[in-house]
């Protein structure tokens, strides 16, 4: 059962999230698993749900606890990984992801979240959303798996532009300074410039002018500049939020992804080494589920888009129940935590803004 397209009204008690249905490789079932997961969770929840109305419809139908906090908007055709950007942008209105997008847009919803084509929602988001004043370009923010007492470093950029002068990397820092404070709870998070060395000599020339700047504007920011920082501080305590283009960035995600697989299935052939193994792993069990756990990147799925007119998190297109639970459960925080007028603030102190531009927003 939803309610019919006409009667969506966001109101202050609750938080509503627009649900792109058909991105995810392993289609709405996946979906709607994830927001009746969140739904448990969470009782001041609802959901504007984006796909073909028949089809969604009688997959909500099966769930009790989505009755009444479901709204199905149609939308017939759908964003596949294969499909360019551009082409998109320019013939995708039709589609699930754009008909998210719109509802964020039109202030229906107060986030949205989407397992699809990486590129294209990017796009999308930013023609739609547009980007905040004094963003020249927004960066994807990811959380990695760390030896921090959160558990966790946010880095940025991991894909979202490839190109990012010294200007770019300080407003990553800014951005990631705001999301480490909003969705980790840190109170001054220590930045780090991703470099091939920590000596100050080292580095590209915008890597250097970068690093002058940020280091500037750490005091004024509240936040503690540490430097250059190179790979092996990426999962490591040196810092909470490492600074880096989409290029560097992108390639040690997939990297760092690449590895953590290769491990786990070393971990299971060698187990299955010989009998001996085989009861050494019945032995170690608890133990490897809670490593499975820790590394699991299902439990911080989600990718946040920063810099834009509203809060777009990109779920991995491999999501499964867990992994779209945690992905909302990502958007919901912030959400309410009013992070976008935050980051809004934040970068407007230090860039050079119109009146029409202001926020009136104090920075955090």
């Not at 942008?89 to 964020?104: D, I, N, P, Q, Y």
């Not at 430097?227 to 880096?244: L, S, Y």
């Not at 991995?316 to 009013?338: C, E, K, R, W």
């Not at 050079?352 to 955090?364: E, F, I």
Request: hydrophobic share 40%.
């Amino acid at each position: 059962m939803t309610a019919s397209t006409n009667q969506t009204n966001v109101v202050p008690e609750r938080t509503v999230l627009s649900v792109d249905a058909m991105g995810g490789d392993h289609g709405p079932a996946a979906i709607v698993a994830g927001i009746s997961r969140s739904v448990k969770a969470n009782p001041d929840l609802y959901f504007i749900l984006h796909g073909p109305q028949e089809r969604l419809s009688k997959l909500v139908a099966k769930r009790k606890q989505l009755v009444g906090r479901v709204e199905i908007r149609d939308a017939k055709d759908v964003v596949t990984m294969d499909d360019k950007p551009s082409h998109v942008v320019r013939h995708g209105k039709s589609t699930s992801m754009w008909s998210a997008l719109e509802s964020v847009k039109q202030g229906e919803a107060q986030g949205c979240v989407s397992c699809g084509n990486t590129g294209a929602l990017m796009a999308l988001s930013v023609m739609r959303l547009r980007k905040l004043p004094g963003v020249n370009r927004p960066a994807i923010a990811i959380l990695w798996p760390s030896r921090n007492p959160t558990g966790f470093n946010v880095m940025l950029d991991v894909g979202a532009d490839i190109k990012a002068d010294e200007h770019d990397l300080l407003q990553y820092a800014l951005m990631g300074v705001s999301y480490a404070r909003n969705g980790m709870g840190l109170e001054r998070p220590r930045v780090g410039l991703l470099n091939v060395g920590t000596e100050e000599h080292k580095g590209r020339a915008e890597l250097k002018l970068a690093h002058e700047l940020i280091a500037a504007q750490a005091d004024n920011s509240s936040f503690e500049f540490v430097g250059f920082v190179e790979g092996g501080d990426i999962p490591g305590n040196a810092c909470d939020v490492i600074i880096t283009d989409g290029f560097t960035g992108n390639i040690a995600l997939k990297t760092g992804e690449g590895t953590a697989s290769l491990i786990g299935d070393l971990l299971k052939e060698a187990f299955k080494y010989s009998p001996l193994s085989r009861l050494a792993s019945l032995l170690a069990v608890t133990s490897l589920q809670r490593l499975k756990k820790r590394i699991d990147p299902r439990r911080v799925n989600g990718g946040v888009f920063l810099g834009l007119n509203g809060t777009v998190v990109k779920s991995h297109g491999s999501s499964d129940a867990t992994g779209i639970s945690a992905a909302i459960g990502l958007a919901v925080q912030l959400a309410q935590s009013q992070f976008t007028q935050k980051i809004a603030a934040r970068v407007a102190s230090v860039t050079p803004m119109t009146q029409d531009d202001s926020t009136g927003v104090k920075a955090d």
